[in-house]
């Protein structure tokens, strides 16, 4: 099983360039995730998804969209970039139940100039 | 708000001494508390978690983590630390009874571990 895979694993854009972030699993878990990493503000959420066809805004939504087609890919838009956005990308899955814990692909590393 | 602190940006500790690594809540009801790992370059692994029972719970690389209730705490432990444990560590907390599915993250504290 490859778990969590994310591509691209880097990424530089210019400002009000757009692109999408791809994650897929294959473990069948039913909550899909995406956060950003900063430097000494640890892991916010950007948005969530509980199943296929359904998406909701995390902590830090502005500027993101994201959609849910397939139960094992969730991707993440950035529409017009920007360098606040300058960012690393981490998406994580699991299974239905909030006792249950998250599984994270190895990140997308994203520099907006 | 709801929150999760761990007081510590970084820990030092040698390498074959015990490494305690800090976290503290505040989260209503009884919340579900786990433990996360980020070595350099590299996503999160989960690394242990604390439903219900048992206050010190057991996990994956030879760590372990003790739930207090009245200190609303869940520090993580080893008791004889590896230079390859150097990593990043979060905690993280989900109220159970909270629908909204999203974890309350801690900022993250360095360990470092020195041979």
């Known amino acids: 099983n490859a778990g969590v895979t994310q591509t691209p694993k880097f990424r530089v854009l210019k400002t009000g360039q757009s692109m999408t972030l791809l994650c897929a699993q294959d473990?069948?878990?039913?909550?899909m995730y995406w956060y950003r990493q900063d430097p000494g503000m640890g892991l916010r959420l950007i948005h969530y998804?509980?199943?296929?066809?359904?998406?909701a805004k995390g902590e830090v939504p502005d500027g993101y969209n994201v959609s849910r087609l397939k139960k094992q890919n969730f991707l993440l838009g950035l529409e017009s970039a920007a360098p606040s956005q300058t960012s690393v990308y981490f998406c994580?899955?699991?299974?239905?139940?909030?006792?249950?814990?998250?599984?994270f692909g190895p990140g997308t590393r994203l520099t907006v100039l | 708000a709801q929150s999760v602190a761990q007081p510590e940006d970084q820990v030092n500790v040698a390498e074959g001494n015990p490494l305690t690594v800090k976290c503290t809540y505040s989260?209503?009801?009884?919340?579900?508390l786990f433990w996360y790992v980020q070595y350099p370059n590299r996503g999160l692994q989960f690394l242990l978690k604390?439903?219900?029972?048992d206050n010190l719970v057991k996990g994956s690389y030879g760590f372990e983590a003790e739930f207090n209730k009245s200190q609303t705490s869940f520090h993580l432990k080893k008791p004889s630390a590896l230079v390859s444990d150097s990593a990043l560590y979060f905690c993280?907390?989900?109220?159970?009874?909270?629908?909204?599915?999203?974890?309350?993250w801690g900022a993250g504290t360095k360990l470092i571990i020195k041979p």
């Open positions: 994580a899955s699991s299974y239905r139940g909030n006792y249950n814990e998250q599984f």
């Open positions: 473990m069948n878990h039913e909550y």
């Open positions: 998804s509980v199943g296929e066809g359904t998406t």
């Open positions: 989260v209503s009801g009884n919340p579900y």
């Open positions: 604390y439903i219900t029972g």
């Open positions: 993280a907390v989900r109220p159970n009874m909270d629908s909204n599915y999203q974890l309350i």
